[in-house]
């Protein structure tokens, strides 16, 4: 159906290895080194097209476990369960991955006579975080709590929690990791995905820019957090009933009635609002909508 078959995949692999053959012999300023940003597109796009050829390093105990005695096979050592299970893999010797790596994705698996442990080719470093957004239908979470930390993402226009992932069937540990925040959740939880959204939103930080008296309101909410927070609790509540947690269901929410919300935010700051008009400035800019 996908034209995948064992020629076509044995006539990649041979592209694949004549590329890093002909990578190797290639002079040393061939190309500049990737930027930062670069290289994380490139693990995440290997990582999206293997996204359960991961690895990860043996402790001692279970290296002690798997009969490993040499010291230089021993820094080589990853278990993968799932796909070999009972027996390490090696990274192939001269990889560039560091000796120090918990996680690897590698593209391909050969057996190597000499060590009688399959070894992993193609091998690059990836994060605990990066499995955890890439392979999310590999991993589990904890669901957020009353007590989890939620955040607004302005890069990503989502809200995002704070909680403890596990890759895999197996459950490996990958620590806290920010994730979406899932749109299921009703009630007392469903309503800390609002309340990052007004945070945000009385932040001005969802906005390109805010006509005068907004913006001094945001920055008087900005210097005391703590004060206005308990404020927006009427407005947390506004957001949820009409479902705004986002930029995009903001502008729908605004096109509708551009007034919406202002009556709220007036609420929050009356205090020093004194006879300054807020009606002005609104709706506020609303900063790189996605069509």
């Known amino acids: ?23 190797t012999m290639a002079p040393s300023n061939f190309m500049a080194p990737p930027s930062e940003e670069q290289e994380l597109i490139l693990r ?13 390093r043996m402790s ?6 798997a009969g490993l005695t040499s010291s230089k096979l021993r820094k080589r050592a ?10 390490p893999v090696l990274l192939a010797e001269g990889s560039s991955v560091p000796l120090d790596t918990d996680y690897v994705c590698f593209t391909e698996l050969i057996e190597h006579t000499d060590t009688d442990f399959p070894i992993m080719r193609g091998s690059t470093i990836v994060s605990p975080s990066l499995l955890a957004r890439v392979c999310a239908a590999l991993c589990s979470f904890e669901s957020p709590s009353v007590e989890s930390t939620s955040m607004y993402s302005v890069v990503e226009d989502k809200i995002f929690y704070s909680t403890l992932a596990y890759y895999g069937p197996q459950k490996w540990p990958l620590g806290s990791v920010q994730v979406p925040f899932p749109s299921s959740l009703i009630g007392k ?8 959204f007004s945070d945000a939103f009385l932040s001005g930080i969802i906005f390109d820019s805010v006509a005068s008296p907004l913006a ?3 920055n008087v909410y900005k210097n005391d957090r703590t004060r206005y927070k308990s404020r927006a609790i ?41 006879d300054r ?8 800019t609303v900063a790189k909508i996605a069509p």
Do not use: T
């Open 189 to 196: 939880l469903d309503i800390l995905r609002y309340q990052a």
């Open 234 to 274: 009427a407005f947390s509540l506004a957001l949820q009933y009409s479902k705004v947690s986002s930029r995009v269901e903001l502008s729908k929410c605004w096109e509708c009635d551009p007034m919406r919300f202002m009556a709220e935010v007036r609420e929050i700051f009356i205090d020093v609002l004194q």
């Open 1 to 23: 159906e996908n034209n995948l078959n064992g020629r076509n995949i044995r006539e990649a692999l041979d592209i694949a290895r004549q590329l890093e053959a002909a990578l």
């Open 78 to 87: 990853f278990h993968c369960p799932h796909l070999i299970p009972g027996r």
């Open 44 to 56: 995440m796009g290997i990582l999206s097209g293997f996204p359960d050829q991961v690895a990860r």
């Open 277 to 284: 008009r807020i009606s002005g400035g609104w709706p506020p």
């Open 216 to 218: 001094d309101l945001f």
């Open 60 to 65: 001692g105990i279970e290296l002690v476990a």
